[in-house]
């Protein structure tokens, strides 16, 4: 219960449960971060209380630089619930290339090489300010109608932080191509054409942040593994 | 009636096992312990192995009652490992294949964990926590392939947990992972750790030189025990693999998670995941030590899926390598 109202648990994520329900008059998303019982109780309130303030901090700084996010109407720390506006007809954008490609679209396909670069040219825009998402996966943009026009619509900030670093670009961009290789068959060309366009029109910081990511891929024992 | 016969020795165990028709018939495994403070070199690693395999040979011929007349298949750890004992073991099987004339198959050791946790546990389609001392990687299966959503960029868990225990000087018998985990046991005060997960990725480099810089003192001014650190150890480590773990669940809509490798029979890791599993509605399966740990069967098992779906290896290509990723292999026996 919120505010009096019913709600409805839309979907159980990987950090919460969503409720979609009315706040002021406005249709919205509830994201509740309930305790994790697997976790250490002084762990689990430590992570949720950085996750809520990351999410909350990232979400309006986007805003403010034209990114589209859901606006935050409150964060309450005491419940750990935080209303968000929500997007009617909305989709991800993981779900919206499995229908895609279902309809024999190919991920080569213009349609397709159109949302890589609408993804290139966000998160150039999203680094140029110095936000990291730190879970960037196609669960966690969304689109909504007309889907092939839509912006996109960035959420799940609870990994995000503030960072000029290259390194930490470079990562955010090496979470989202083994997410995209790992979810969607045949996405190499549709990754490639994403990069470059990131690289092509973010300037000399990110052909910076290509070059980190360059070695991002071959470090550690990522290529390396027994046991 | 297919039988398959698997040979393993990538890291410190060498195990033979003998599968027939999802039958486990004989799973013998040796295991070569290093003292205290040390972790075991490729080069005494291969030895041991060496002096052992025919004997667990042919305690696993013997104990599944099987002449190797019967054996339809043999399979060998190809790889990812340590290259002397991979190679040692991959000699043993080129030799037993001529000597009965029976088809070699190469097995990327990270599907032989897979495959023997569906064997095993029946599940049907799972996401999989595989951890290890060698390996930390979270996999579902899409189209002919296990695909890597999550792995660890730098350090296995279980490298970290067995060099912490180097630090305190546990026992490697029957293994530092299960010594830490009893001390753990005992842990009461948490000692908060840098906890870092990107992604669905995870990073325990900076966990370990953590404790590396302040155990010692820890210790000697008695603010936390042995016991309160490898509490702590466990309880961040294992809540970043289950969170991970949650994310690729969360990204692939799957209800099933299994846990495999040998850091996977850790019970408070399997408690911690049936705990998660619990407040989504999703179910967990876990197997013992018997087929978590590296052994013979979880080989053969692989080889048996491979060899029934037509596969073996011409001799030319069984050599070894170090690093053979899971995404490399197409899967032709899953749908």
């Known amino acids: ?227 | 009636m297919v039988m398959v016969i698997g040979l393993e020795g990538s890291a410190n165990k060498i195990g033979v096992g003998i599968i027939q028709d999802g039958k486990v018939l004989s799973n013998p495994r040796r295991t070569y312990i290093t003292p205290p403070g040390q972790g075991f070199i490729p080069h005494d690693t291969a030895k041991h192995h060496q002096a052992h395999v025919l004997e667990v040979l042919q305690e696993a011929l013997a104990e599944a009652g099987a002449d190797p007349q019967d054996v339809d298949a043999i399979a060998f750890t190809k790889g990812p490992g340590m290259a002397a004992p991979l190679i040692s073991v991959a000699v043993v099987a080129r030799t037993i294949s001529q000597l009965w004339n029976k088809p070699l198959i190469a097995v990327n050791h990270c599907i032989g964990h897979i495959e023997m946790g569906r064997l095993v546990t029946g599940a049907e389609n799972p996401t999989v926590l595989y951890v290890s001392g060698g390996n930390t990687q979270i996999i579902a299966y899409l189209e002919r392939k296990y695909r890597i959503f999550g792995e660890t960029i730098d350090l296995a868990v279980g490298n970290c947990l067995d060099r912490f225990a180097r630090i305190l000087m546990l026992s490697n018998d029957p293994s530092p992972g299960y010594n830490i985990e009893q001390m753990a046991k005992k842990g009461k005060k948490y000692l908060p750790l840098p906890y870092c997960v990107k992604g669905m990725d995870v990073s325990f480099s900076g966990i370990l030189s953590y404790l590396e810089e302040r155990a010692n003192k820890l210790l000697k001014t008695q603010q936390y025990t042995k016991a309160d650190l490898c509490f702590s150890l466990q309880e961040t480590v294992f809540a970043m693999l289950v969170e991970t773990t949650e994310r690729a669940m969360a990204h692939c809509g799957s209800q099933e998670v299994l846990i495999c490798g040998g850091v996977g029979c850790n019970i408070r890791l399997q408690e911690m995941m049936g705990k998660m599993c619990e407040e989504r509605g999703a179910k967990l399966y876990a197997t013992d030590e018997s087929f978590c740990i590296d052994n013979g069967a979880m080989i053969a098992q692989a080889g048996y899926l491979m060899y029934n779906s037509g596969l073996t290896t011409p001799l030319s290509d069984t050599w070894v390598t170090q690093r053979f990723r899971t995404d490399d292999v197409p899967v032709t026996w899953r749908e």
Not at chain 1, 41 to 56: C, F, G, H, Q, S
Not at chain 1, 113 to 119: G, V, Y
Not at chain 1, 157 to 177: H, I, M, P, T
Request: with cysteine.
């Open chain 1, 1 to 227: 219960m919120l505010n009096g109202m019913d709600r409805e648990l839309v979907t159980q994520g990987a950090e919460g449960r969503l409720y979609a329900t009315e706040w002021l008059g406005h249709s919205v998303i509830v994201k509740h971060r309930f305790s994790k019982q697997y976790r250490h109780p002084d762990l689990d309130i430590y992570i949720t209380n950085e996750r809520m303030k990351a999410e909350a901090r990232a979400l309006t700084r986007c805003r403010s630089y034209g990114i589209k996010t859901p606006a935050v109407y409150d964060v309450d720390f005491n419940k750990s619930e935080i209303v968000l506006e929500k997007f009617t007809d909305s989709v991800t954008i993981r779900n919206f290339i499995y229908e895609t490609v279902k309809n024999k679209l190919t991920m080569d396909s213009p349609v397709m090489l159109n949302m890589a670069e609408r993804i290139g040219k966000l998160l150039v825009k999203m680094h140029s300010n110095n936000i990291i998402h730190g879970d960037l996966t196609t669960s966690n943009m969304l689109l909504v109608p007309p889907y092939d026009l839509s912006d996109i619509i960035l959420i799940d900030f609870g990994l995000s932080s503030v960072d000029e670093r290259a390194e930490d670009k470079a990562v955010d961009l090496y979470v989202l191509e083994r997410a995209i290789l790992s979810t969607h068959p045949n996405t190499e060309h549709f990754v490639a054409h994403l990069l470059a366009t990131y690289e092509n029109t973010g300037g000399e910081s990110a052909r910076d942040v290509i070059k980190r990511l360059n070695e991002v891929r071959l470090r550690g024992r990522k290529k390396l593994c027994f046991g």
